[in-house]
């Protein structure tokens, strides 16, 4: 769907792009920054404001400028008006990805030297980074339910005591100079702690900066990872040290911590407090494993016995979460011995992954001879404990309050496997949301809300700059002011958003069935997955007092 999307200084130097030679991407980069200039009039008689998009015919080229860069996405639509707010989402993560790598001093070399070479700063694994970012929106594996929603997806179902006991492990860390611990599964959440002071908290578009990091990192498997990470919607100008180890590869659950401080004895505080997490998750410690002997037939289950004598085959090895002073009478290590124990954290996290899909939810939660969904994406609003600095902040648009939003996102159905159905389906997820906050998706209503953001980010203090430059981003962080039903009837499906107190709901079913059985078969399934938020979301985020 998308052609291309670039990302260039106001000198017209490309700093990143998605596809093409750099000369196409030269003579792109020059092309657009002629259309700035014609636009903007640098002598001031049209006074237009900065260019936002330009549309023609099926073509579409969204903009967007943060100070001395410019990031332009180049969109064919295939026969669907997609909103500017999906173009501009994508724009907004993939300059958040940016200055996750560079902080905003990149703004402040190019404005003084506005022809260097941006490249310069930056290694092949920041392209990565953004690719992984687009990826998401965009590949047949991807899955932009989180970025629409800004939400973060959770582990499901894990029972609320042993998401507690993962919560107890961060809480009481006891390392000095921690501004954030995390507990991830792959690219879902399993419980994270933080400052409960509301400015130093942990916005979640920077939680998905450190999720994509983490999906994009090919070394992490192998190794512990003490690297720099800059949160643009935490602190935009500095790193943050980041402390990142896999604690199971199989169900890739990871622990991240993050530091202000970035010293030999601070690293070494926190390989230390890895293994007391391990040790109070249940989790075998990194020295208690052995190799055992696999046979040629690649089973993973077949381990050969060790008073087996050899045959001609070909052998090979894989580690396993035992010990060697685990042995039995006869002196022969006991395999069995590092299972994860029934009921155990490890236990649940692994069966998880294999219980989230699509097809195992709609099991649960649809019962026999119901009109199936054809896909949903449900959020939830949860509050987290925050205090304020003053009464400015408490003045704020949100209250004062802070959230945790979450999300149950599963990767679309098999009613949506091409790219061209899936990115339908998103974009029309996103109308709904913008007709449930602004009660209309017309490209007039939601530049008017963006002007409106970024008036009020601009006002608050306890905001890093970089938000008042992701309008999108606030605009769906922000729950709907009103609680509402909307619905979209597009070919032969019923595209259906509902919202209430702490909670959105985008669902598809077919339109063989009237509106109002639809809308039904909605409040049954927020009821159903109410009933069981406490194993589905991570409903006690704990904080750190000040």
Known sequence: MQDNLIVMTDAGKPVYSKTGTEEDVARQCALFQAIRTAVNDNDGHLDLGEIQSIHSNDLVISFMVVGAI?????????EMLETPTFARLQLEHVYGQLIFSLTDQAQTVIAQNPGFDLRSMMTGAENSLIDGILEEFESQNGNPGPFLTASVQTVFPISRKLRDKASRSLYYLDVPNTAFALLLVGDKLLSYVQSSFRAHQLRVSDMQLIINFIRKHQSLSSSELWVPMCLPRFNSSGFLYAYIKLLDATSKLTLVLLSTHNTTEQFQLYRNVSGRVQQE????????????????????SSVMDPRQTFATQDVAWRRSDCSFDDSTED?????????????????????????????????????????????FLFRVDVPVKSVCSSSKASSSSQGGKSILTQCISPA???????????????TLYQKLGLRLRLGSATVESTMDAFDMITQAKESDDNFPNIVASCPAIGLMESPPNVHGVTYIVEGDEIFLAMNGRDFELYMVTSKSIPIKQAAGIGTKLVRRLQADEKDLFLMNPRTWKV
Do not use: M, W
């Open 70 to 78: 410019s990031l332009v996405s180049i969109t064919r639509q295939d």
């Open 281 to 300: 998750l249940g989790l075998p410690p990194d020295h208690d494993s052995v190799l055992q002997i696999v046979t040629s037939s690649h089973d993973s």
């Open 412 to 426: 679309a159905s098999p009613s949506f496997s091409s790219a061209k159905s899936r990115h339908r389906l998103y």
């Open 331 to 375: 002196g022969y290590v006991n395999i069995a011995h590092g299972a994860p124990t029934r009921h155990s954290l490890l236990e649940e996290v692994r069966q998880s992954c294999e219980l989230s899909s699509f097809e195992k939810i709609a099991q649960k939660y649809f019962e026999k001879g119901e009109e199936p969904l054809l896909h």
